[in-house]
């Protein structure tokens, strides 16, 4: 019994993990932490960076007005 137990874990049970592990290498690590993870929210960051963080005080002193606007809105709404 020991020995088919052992044959089951090393030639089946084995194998099934490794190709798990290459799954995960592939869609976890390759697709979902690279490109989703980091390259859309770096690509997102840059273009609304550009375009709506230029460094000017009146700038940011219209987005805080902007936003407490739209949450005045939100709560007064709701």
């Known amino acids: 019994m020991d020995g088919l137990y ?6 089946v049970q ?14 976890i690590n390759g697709v979902a932490v690279r490109w989703i993870g980091g390259g859309v929210p770096a690509v ?9 963080h230029r460094g000017q005080t009146r700038a940011y002193a219209l987005w805080i ?3 407490s ?4 809105w939100f709560l007064i709404a709701r």
Do not use: H
Request: neutral net charge.
């Open 6 to 11: 052992l044959w089951y874990v090393d030639a």
């Open 14 to 27: 084995r194998r099934v993990s490794e190709f798990v592990a290459f799954l995960d290498l592939l869609i």
């Open 44 to 52: 997102l960051g840059y273009l609304t960076g550009r375009s709506f």
């Open 65 to 67: 007005v902007l936003g």
């Open 69 to 72: 606007l739209f949450l005045a």
